[in-house]
């Protein structure tokens, strides 16, 4: 990608858009970054960013508005769509319809565009939750197993469902696609939803002596998010990758979520006593993905230290909460 490109970031202000975003700036693209703050953050990394000369910021709900866009781009990534364990299940309906709807605007941006080289649309690995919940799912789970709807009336499900209608959407929209499903990404920005911050959260304000780990013996490997982001972009760059889904994350390194806090916390330099505790809220009890093929298009090698990135994550949230 040696020549400077025109790209559109939905959910630019999110956690991966962000990073995407800065990873294309460094590169000296332009970016239009469209996003509602819904879930992305205005704060002063982001007044700075989109202050720079190639990046231009639009806020905006796709589903209220479209702001007036080129039709020059040559990539659009749209991640932009209600996410949130809490807001899916507290607003399943306005979830699915929502992320649906604005998918379809902006397919029917790429369809505008003179050039567009590829539409990359971020799916979930929560298309894979309905075969988890069949008893139908291998480990490393691949992009082609057969995904089965589960208890699809399940309010969560909202979401998981968006998704694959958005992943066909794509499939059938005859522009140049390239899906991705993303597997447990960490790291700075990342919100506080999630099972990593929320740790940090607990571990720095914890009183007493006993620590609660919930689903302790449930199983994820995570992957840092400037290693996802180098996937994204490299499988974007890939004329192998046209109208293909491929898994983001790492498929080796699986640890049990109380292996994963007892890093965290020995990171912090905190002693609990570990209390272990069972709770039924629809989370996978296994989430592992297969990258075999990934590796085969861009062969990929995650490098970096699970415990140096957890490091640096953590000295980014204790700066903040």
């Not at 479209?66 to 659009?76: A, D, E, F, R, V």
């Not at 709807?101 to 902006?106: A, Y």
């Not at 570990?274 to 993905?289: A, D, E, G, H, Q």
Request: net charge positive; proline share 3%.
């Amino acid at each position: 990608m040696s020549s400077k490109k025109k790209f559109l970031i939905t959910g630019g202000a999110g956690f991966i858009g962000f990073h995407l975003a800065k990873k294309l700036s460094s590169l000296g693209h332009y970016i239009d970054i469209i996003d509602n703050f819904s879930r992305g953050k205005y704060d002063k990394e982001f007044k700075d960013f989109i202050n720079k000369k190639n990046i231009s910021f639009y806020k905006s709900d796709l589903n209220l508005t479209t702001p007036k866009l080129s039709n020059n781009y040559s990539y659009i990534f749209h991640l932009a769509a209600i996410v949130g364990v809490k807001n899916v299940l507290n607003e399943p309906y306005k979830v699915l319809i929502d992320n649906v709807e604005s998918l379809k605007k902006m397919i029917e941006v790429g369809r505008k565009q003179k050039k567009l080289e590829r539409f990359i649309f971020t799916s979930t690995s929560e298309v894979y939750a309905g075969s988890l919940y069949d008893n139908m799912l291998k480990f490393p789970t691949k992009e082609d197993s057969v995904l089965t709807l589960g208890n699809y009336m399940n309010d969560r499900n909202s979401y998981m469902l968006s998704k694959i209608y958005g992943e066909n959407m794509c499939g059938l929209s005859t522009l140049p696609y390239l899906i991705v499903r993303p597997h447990n990404i960490f790291g700075e920005r990342m919100g506080m939803s999630h099972v990593i911050p929320e740790i940090i959260k607990r571990a720095k304000h914890t009183k007493n002596k006993k620590f609660v780990v919930y689903n302790p013996n449930h199983k994820r490997t995570f992957c840092y998010i400037k290693d996802a982001v180098n996937m994204i972009l490299e499988l974007t760059m890939s004329k192998k990758s046209l109208n293909k889904i491929y898994n983001i994350g790492d498929q080796q390194n699986e640890l049990k979520i109380i292996d994963l806090t007892k890093k965290i916390l020995k990171l912090m330099k905190k002693n609990y006593l570990i209390k272990k505790v069972n709770i039924k809220n629809f989370s996978p009890l296994k989430r592992i993905p297969s990258t075999r093929k990934l590796k085969n298009v861009i062969n990929y090698s995650i490098q970096s230290s699970l415990d140096a990135n957890l490091k640096k994550t953590i000295d980014w949230y204790l700066s903040k909460i």
